[in-house]
């Protein structure tokens, strides 16, 4: 049985004394209830149910997994799901950041952003219901019609029904141009929608009466490939106007899949067979109303990361300082047991303080994108809400695609510290490396995160989200400069994020010759921008460390050196990858 605390100290470390939240969210508009006892009431409430009602259920719905009915094409989720969620839609928790209009608390989404970290570190393969609920109503509310808000949005902002993403088929992963189902107009303003989807979350289960599918489809008249795809909005039971629901549509769970991890959660092959649909949004524009939904999705999904690794350093750090084997190359420590703590060997310490220092500073990043989101809504100044909505989708791939692998290697430590333990299902560390893996995997692989990060957000947007994050790092290290606290870390984060200007100009110029140099720098570059957007993390986070207490304020310090002297090196590795170019990648006969 594995254990879990809510991490609420850091979580307010990261947010109010790192980050400045409480003055940011109250300087929105109508953010002036949106105090620090306020978001500190909905944390603590956050971790009382995460701890208490999901914890709990994450190894035995390992264990039972989803069982799929063919008779009645319906899908039963674990022991104690169903009932969970329930708790979860009577607390109003589907709707946190949903808006009030819309029968939401209107909460920011730097708060949400924190309690599905607490979701997700209790029980990943439960959170992902939601997850897919929490797109489907950022969709809806921004390309829905009146009526589609009236009937669909309030239904999934106040949990009575969930939500799906129906993108993937069989020959379009990655590449949704290649997409094939097929929307046909009836005379009602209605469609008729067949195509079968695979690999759905959440396609079918037992948690609600109804479930709500947003469904990429192409209409008559559509252009091939990706301009050619429109989005709408499909029912599991039909839905008349006045709102109150029909008959069984025939969009129905073919299947589910068998999974190396997140068991709980039911990944579906979707058939849709004729089944009545309504467009969302404007024809052929169902790619850029899907990609309101992805936005949100990835950005949680990065919080998947932080979530997990979380929870096998929780789960680690117990066994390391629980488990005697051997004893301290300088001589007994605990003289009077029979061997030493594993905490003792210094590796042992690096395997921890490497989950500690991703997980410590990914929490920041998460946190700083969920407040660029709330910005980039709700600020007076239409400069300031523009300048973090483009801050934001520049960090969106980073936070994606690097946290979710600093996730692999973390539960990978994890699982070591427990020595061949860890390798027996009763400890519960072989399955936070099962479940982490599919992070890195969905929701656009590491791969389609890299080429959205260099080749659309920094290559085609002229960079602006980078300008503004090379400009703020670089106000940071001239603050801090002579920071005695600080000033040595500042100093390395200077001369990399000098670095990282002269890489990507020298990238832009190689690629006007080979654009194939873009694909082959593309993961080497994510990552060498991950670990300086997280060194900068550490250093705001040893600066704001002072407000600690001093054993705390410590750790923060220790973990930052650990961070600078043996993770950020790493950029070192990645520049030459970076630079070696596509000639070292000789094509494949
Ligand atoms: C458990 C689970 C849940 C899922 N949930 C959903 C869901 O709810 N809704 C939904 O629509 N989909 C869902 N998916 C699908 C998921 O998003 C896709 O599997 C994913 O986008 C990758 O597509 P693919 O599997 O077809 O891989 P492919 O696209 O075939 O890619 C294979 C490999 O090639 C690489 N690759 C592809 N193109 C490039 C390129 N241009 N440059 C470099 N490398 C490239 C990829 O990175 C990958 O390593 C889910 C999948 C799983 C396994």
């Not at 209830?33 to 994450?58: I, M, Y």
């Not at 997140?262 to 990609?291: E, R, Y």
């Amino acid at each position: 049985m594995t254990i879990y605390k809510a991490p609420l100290d850091d979580m307010r470390f990261a947010l109010y004394d790192v980050l400045g939240a409480e003055a940011v969210l109250t300087g929105l508009d109508g953010g002036d209830a949106h105090t620090r006892d306020l978001l500190d009431a909905v944390l603590d409430e956050s971790a009382r149910f995460n701890e208490q009602v999901l914890a709990p259920l994450n190894a035995s719905g390992d264990a039972e997994g989803c069982h799929y009915d063919k008779a009645s094409a319906t899908v039963t989720t674990p022991k104690g799901f169903k009932e969970a969620y329930r708790q979860y839609a009577d607390g109003g928790w589907a709707g946190l950041t949903a808006k009030e209009e819309h029968g939401g608390q209107g909460l920011p989404a730097v708060l949400g952003l924190l309690t599905k970290e607490m979701i997700d570190a209790a029980n990943l393969a439960w959170g992902i219901y939601p997850l897919l609920s929490h797109g489907a109503i950022d969709a809806i509310e921004h390309h829905g019609d009146d009526w589609q808000k009236e009937v669909f949005l309030k239904r999934l902002v106040d949990g009575t029904w969930t939500g799906t993403m129906c993108l993937t088929e069989p020959q379009a992963g990655s590449d949704l141009g290649l997409l094939k189902t097929r929307a046909e107009p009836n005379d009602d303003g209605s469609y008729r929608v067949s195509g079968t989807k695979i690999f759905i979350s959440a396609g079918e289960h037992d948690f609600t009466d109804n479930i709500v599918h947003l469904v990429l489809a192409r209409l008559p008249d559509a252009p091939a490939g990706s301009r050619g795809i429109s989005m709408l909005v499909v029912p599991k039971f039909k839905v008349n106007r006045d709102g109150s629901v029909g008959e069984r549509n025939t969009a129905a769970a073919g299947a589910i899949e068998h999974k190396m991890g997140i068991k709980g959660s039911a990944t579906c092959v979707m058939n849709f067979d004729d089944a009545q649909g309504w467009l969302i949004g404007a024809p052929h524009k169902g790619l850029m109303a899907m990609f309101t939904m992805m936005n949100a999705a990835r950005l949680g999904v990065g919080v998947q990361g932080l979530a997990i690794a979380e929870r096998a350093l929780q789960n680690s750090l117990n066994y390391a300082r629980e488990r005697l084997q051997m004893r301290a190359l300088s001589g007994p420590k605990l003289p009077e047991k029979p061997a030493d703590p594993l905490l003792v060997h210094p590796d042992v310490r690096r395997m921890l303080l490497t989950q500690r220092a991703f997980v410590e500073s990914g929490r920041v990043l998460a946190a700083y994108a969920g407040l660029q989101s709330d910005i980039e809504a709700r600020h007076p100044d239409a400069d300031k809400r523009k300048e973090a909505g483009e801050l934001l989708s520049f960090l969106i791939p980073i936070a994606k695609g690097l946290i979710t692998e600093a996730a692999q290697e973390c539960t990978k430590e994890a699982l070591q510290i427990f020595g061949g333990h860890g390798f027996i299902a009763e400890h519960g560390m072989e399955q936070f490396v099962r479940d982490a893996r599919i992070i890195t995997l969905y929701e656009g692989t590491t791969q389609i995160q890299a080429l959205d990060l260099l080749g659309r957000k920094v290559m085609q947007l002229q960079g602006a989200g980078l300008k503004h994050f090379l400009a703020e790092i670089q106000a940071f290290c001239k603050a801090n400069a002579n920071n005695d606290s600080v000033k040595a870390l500042v100093m390395q984060l200077a001369a990399a994020t000098a670095t990282w200007g002269e890489v990507t100009q020298s990238l832009a110029q190689k690629s006007q010759a080979n654009p194939e140099e873009l694909g082959a720098a593309a993961v080497d570059y994510l990552y060498f921008s991950g670990y300086i957007t997280l060194a900068y993390f550490w250093a705001r986070s040893v600066v704001a460390a002072d407000v600690l207490p001093a054993e705390r304020r410590q750790a923060k310090i220790d973990t930052a050196n650990f961070y600078f002297a043996r993770i950020l090196p790493r950029i070192v590795l990645h520049k030459a990858g970076i630079e070696a170019g596509v000639a070292t990648l000789p094509d494949i006969a």
